[in-house]
């Protein structure tokens, strides 16, 4: 199995622009959760979709954050418009069941000047 | 309400000794899963253990453990000899109803 995959893996931007992060969970995972990490915050969960499903988004820290999974196979996140502070590592992880652990993909490391 | 609570926020230990990361959570659920995760300086996020709230049998792999204890709400993360290999930052997680939580991690550093 290839894992979850995301992209990009890094991403220089510009404030007030567009950011969209891309991610492929696991075939048969049926949910999928985006995650941004920081030095200052730590790990926070962001949303998570169960069957394509938008289940808990209390993370999404505002109305610029917007997250869809049109599909089983795929899911974006997107940043509009971008600020410095959004800079952080961004990881998409999927499960197959709720009770099991995780499977991060390698992240994406957005860096907004 | 869920937390996760690793107060050690870094730690250092020469190579070859054993070290304890500590994990305290809070739940209101009666099933709950808690999970360790290891994430070293390349920066992916791996899975080590998972436990379920009835089952609070200790566990050993190779040089880790893990002591679960459901009185005191622990959930601790044990490494015997201690190698570079195991710098890491370490995440305790929680996941109830609908809920995933992780700890803030703790950075191990072993010096060689």
């Known amino acids: 199995d290839a894992g979850v995959i995301q992209s990009p893996r890094h991403e220089v931007t510009e404030m007030g622009q567009e950011v969209t992060l891309r991610c492929k969970p696991i075939?048969?995972?049926?949910?999928l959760f985006w995650y941004r990490q920081t030095m200052m915050r730590g790990l926070e969960l962001l949303i998570y979709f169960n069957n394509n499903v938008p289940i808990d988004d209390s993370g999404m820290p505002e109305d610029r954050f917007s997250a869809k999974m049109p599909n089983a196979s795929f899911s974006t996140l997107k940043i509009q418009p971008s600020e410095p502070r959004d800079s952080a590592v961004y990881f998409c992880?999927?499960?197959?069941?709720?009770?099991?652990?995780?499977?991060f993909g390698p992240g994406t490391r957005l860096t907004v000047l | 309400a869920q937390k996760v609570t690793q107060a050690q926020t870094e730690i250092s230990v020469v190579e070859k000794e054993d070290v304890t990361l500590d994990c305290v959570y809070e739940t209101r659920d009666t099933t709950y899963y808690l999970f360790w995760y290891k994430q070293p300086p390349s920066g992916e996020l791996v899975f080590l253990i998972r436990r379920n709230s009835f089952d609070e049998q200790n566990e050993i792999s190779g040089r880790y453990s893990w002591n679960f204890q459901k009185s005191t709400s622990s959930f601790n993360f044990t490494i015997t000899a201690s190698q570079v290999v195991d710098s890491a930052v370490y995440f305790c997680s929680l996941s109830g109803t609908y809920k995933y939580i992780f700890g803030t991690g703790t950075r191990l550093k072993v010096l060689a």
């Open positions: 992880a999927s499960i197959l069941r709720a009770v099991d652990e995780q499977f």
């Open positions: 075939s048969g995972h049926n949910s």
